[in-house]
C-alpha cells in the first residue's frame, strides 16, 4: 500500500490569518506536513507521495516523493487513484495529532474502505483498498459523501472514530487542542508564540 498526501503551501491556512502571518502559516504547515510524514513512515508505510500544484517548499523534500498537478483537487485525487496499482490511503497534511498507532489502526480494516472524519463534516484519512474504483469528492460535508460513495459501488466501510486523528488544525481554536494534547515541532511552534489562557470559560490561546 502507499499514502498520498495533498499539499498546498502557497497562502495557506487563511483561517488562521487572525492569530498568525503569511510567513508563520506556510512555515506552521511545513512543519505540519513533515510531522504526517514522520508519522506515516513510524508506521511502517513505505511509499508516500505528495500531491501538490506546485514545488513551492518542496523544492529539498527528500523524505516523500513529489508529484505535481495543478488541477482541482478532486479531479487530482482521482487520477492518482486511477493509476494506482495497490490499496491507497489519502491523508491531510494538518493532522499533527496522528499517530502511527491511528495509521496501523485504520490500515488494519476488514472493510474495503476506512474512513477517518474530520470536523464539520469533512474528512481526514481515507483509506480505500481497491482506488481504482472509488472516486473522492472533497469539500463540503465530504464525509457523508465519501461513506455514499462506498455503498454506491457496493464498498463496506468503516468509520475509524478518533478525536486525535479527527483533528485537522484550520481554526485558531484548534490550535488550542494542538498545544494540549500534540508534540514534536507543529507543537513547539506554536507553544513560542501562544499560551493557555484558563477561564472558567473554555481554554484559549493568548500570545507570549
Same mark, same amino acid.
Given at each position: !500500500?502507499?499514502? @498520498?498526501?495533498?499539499? &498546498?503551501?502557497? /497562502?495557506? &491556512? /487563511?483561517? %488562521?490569518?487572525? @492569530?498568525?502571518?503569511? $510567513?508563520?502559516? $506556510? $512555515?506552521?504547515?511545513?512543519l505540519m506536513l513533515n510531522q504526517v510524514i514522520d508519522t506515516l513512515k513510524e508506521a511502517g508505510i513505505g511509499? *508516500?507521495? *505528495?500531491l501538490s500544484p506546485s514545488r513551492y517548499? %518542496?523544492? /529539498? !523534500?527528500?523524505? #516523500?516523493s513529489v508529484l505535481l498537478d495543478e488541477n482541482d483537487l478532486n479531479e487530482a485525487l482521482n487520477r492518482y487513484l486511477e493509476q494506482a496499482e495497490e490499496p491507497v490511503m489519502?491523508? !491531510? #497534511?494538518? %493532522?499533527?495529532?496522528?499517530?502511527?498507532?491511528?495509521?496501523?489502526g485504520i490500515i488494519s480494516t476488514?472493510?474495503?474502505?476506512?474512513? @477517518?472524519? +474530520?470536523?464539520? +463534516?469533512g474528512t481526514n484519512i481515507l483509506f480505500?483498498?481497491?482506488?481504482s474504483g472509488y472516486r473522492v469528492r472533497y469539500y463540503g460535508s465530504s464525509f457523508l459523501t465519501h461513506c455514499s460513495i462506498a455503498k454506491n459501488t457496493g464498498q463496506d466501510v468503516e468509520i475509524y472514530d478518533s478525536f486525535?486523528? +479527527?483533528?485537522?488544525?484550520? $481554526?485558531p481554536e484548534d490550535l488550542v487542542e494542538l498545544f494540549i494534547h500534540g508534540s514534536g515541532a507543529a507543537k513547539e511552534y506554536i507553544s513560542k508564540k501562544f499560551r493557555l489562557e484558563i477561564s472558567r470559560g473554555r481554554v484559549r490561546l493568548a500570545p507570549v
Open positions: !500500500m502507499k499514502a @498520498v498526501i495533498p499539499y &498546498k503551501k502557497t /497562502s495557506a &491556512k /487563511s483561517r %488562521l490569518s487572525p @492569530v498568525l502571518s503569511l $510567513e508563520e502559516r $506556510e $512555515e506552521f504547515v511545513e511509499t *508516500i507521495d *505528495i517548499g %518542496l523544492e /529539498s !523534500m527528500t523524505k #516523500a489519502i491523508v !491531510m #497534511a494538518d %493532522l499533527p495529532l496522528l499517530s502511527p498507532g491511528h495509521v496501523k476488514e472493510r474495503d474502505v476506512c474512513i @477517518v472524519p +474530520g470536523k464539520g +463534516g480505500i483498498k481497491n482506488p486525535l486523528a +479527527g483533528t485537522d488544525i484550520d $481554526e
